[in-house]
């Protein structure tokens, strides 16, 4: 089990940015893959983009060209840069962490996820 905390969360106005980053413990990261989901209220988790070990990126379509996802294993620890915020990125924000096995598994899935952070909130006024 890997545990997982996020920061960075906060309150911004539309076209704002903000970085958040969520520190995993309890195994080797580098051979974690990491996903960033964010869930709205009355809406499903849903994912926004994800980091394999290789350092292979995911993104959802609706973030491609405004999130990017990174990683410092020295630091275990994966940021997510968020540029040009929109009212409806406005969630709480969730890291998850699942230990790259040679079965196949999607990143997009949170099915695919092991371990979960508490989250973070995330507030874009218009």
């Known amino acids: 089990q890997v545990q997982l905390e996020e920061s960075g969360g906060g309150l911004v106005q539309a076209g704002g940015s903000l970085r958040l980053s969520c520190a995993a413990s309890?195994?080797?990261?580098?051979?974690?893959?990491m996903g960033w989901f964010r869930q709205a209220p009355g809406k499903e988790r849903a994912f926004v983009a994800a980091?394999?070990?290789?350092?292979?990126?995911y993104y959802a379509d609706s973030v491609k060209g405004r999130f990017t996802i990174s990683r410092d294993n020295a630091k275990n620890t994966v940021y997510l840069q968020l540029n040009s915020l929109k009212p409806e990125d406005t969630a709480v924000y969730y890291c998850?962490?699942?230990?790259?096995?040679?079965?196949?598994?999607?990143?997009?899935?949170?099915?695919?996820?092991?371990?979960w952070g508490q989250g973070t909130q995330v507030t874009v006024s218009s």
């Open positions: 309890g195994r080797t990261f580098s051979s974690l893959t």
């Open positions: 980091i394999r070990r290789s350092g292979v990126t």
């Open positions: 998850a962490a699942k230990t790259e096995t040679a079965l196949y598994y999607s990143p997009y899935y949170k099915t695919s996820y092991d371990s």
